[in-house]
Each structure stands twice: as C-alpha cells, then as structure tokens.
C-alpha cells in the first residue's frame, strides 16, 4: 500500500509545480493529469499479489512524473524534497530533450527500465491517461503514431504487472476507433 501523508506532501509539491499549466488542448488543470495517473497507480497496486512494490514510491513517481519535463522544478530540487530514489524514477520518467525527437521515447524507457517495476508501472499508467480522445488537431498519421509508440511502451515495459498492462492493452485496442473514424 501507500503512506497517505506523504501522498498528500507529494500532491502539494506537485501540484505547486503545475498551479499554471493545463492539460494540453484544454482549459483543465494539469492536476487532473497527474491524479489520474496516481489513481491509475494506486488501482494496479490493489489487483494481485504486489508485496515486492513500494507503492508509496509508485504514488510519488506518479504526481512528480512530469515536473522536471514540464516545470522549473529540477533533479536537485527532488532529491532535497523526497530523496534520491525518487529524484531518479523522476529523472527516467523525463524525456532528454537534447537527443533527436525520434530517439527520446526509447531513452526514457531504457532509463525507466533501470528503475524498477514501480516507474515502469507509472509510465504505462501514464499513457493509459493519454489514450483518451485525441485533440481535434490531430491528424490521422498523428493519432496512429501514438498508438505506435503507446504499444512500444508496453512491449518495453510489459512483464511487470498484468493488471495495468492488460488495461494499457485495452486502451490501445479502443484508440483504433480514432484513426479509423
Ligand atoms: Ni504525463
């Protein structure tokens, strides 16, 4: 399970860290983003057999995923707040904007790997988030190479829980009807 304190301490400091972004292509607080993908977390946690997971860990990487990508937080700055485990499943989590854009998905996911199952777990759980309808600007190429690079996330990162990889799985599967449309 999960230390309901240090959920909230870690939603706090993240969701600071997001006050002025919204989900892309809406008017939504980020936050919703983020709570979503712990919920998704949390939820895996509950299916099975999980006693090798440090879901409290699992929950942090959640809230935090996108704070060094997407705000001024920075590593040092997690690693003074939470900790260097962490800092470091943040780290993974964060694509290498100085490498070619093609190259990024691929980085992060063998830096996740190099984590543990619960970053693994986060990522997947992530993209189960951004399987949701596509923005309306979104050309079909574009839609169907997110569905590309979504199953490469699973085929990457698969073999940990099943319960959230069958749930990516589905999310893939129900994407089709949005390039097919
Ligand atoms: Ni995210």
């Known amino acids: 399970m999960w230390n309901q304190d240090t959920y909230l301490k870690t939603l706090l400091f993240a969701g600071h860290a997001h006050r002025k972004q919204q989900v892309p292509s809406s008017e939504m607080s980020y936050v919703v983003h983020i709570t979503n993908v712990a919920m998704e977390v949390a939820n895996a946690l509950t299916q099975g057999l999980n006693k090798d997971l440090d879901g409290t860990f699992a929950i942090q990487c959640a809230l935090l995923h996108d704070t060094i990508e997407d705000t001024d937080v920075t590593y040092e700055d997690l690693v003074v707040a939470f900790g260097t485990k962490v800092a470091a499943g943040v780290l993974a989590l964060t694509k290498n904007e100085t490498l070619p854009k093609e190259a990024q998905m691929a980085d992060s996911l063998k830096r996740i790997v190099q984590q543990g199952k619960e970053v693994r777990i986060v990522k997947m759980a992530d993209r189960i988030n951004n399987l949701q309808k596509p923005p309306k600007h979104w050309e079909r ?4 190479s997110y569905q590309k690079e979504a199953q490469f996330i699973l085929e990457q990162l698969g073999g940990v829980q099943a319960y959230i990889e069958a749930r990516l799985k589905q999310k ?9 449309e």
């Open 141 to 144: 190429a574009k839609i169907k």
């Open 172 to 180: 893939i599967d129900i994407y089709e009807q949005y390039f097919l």
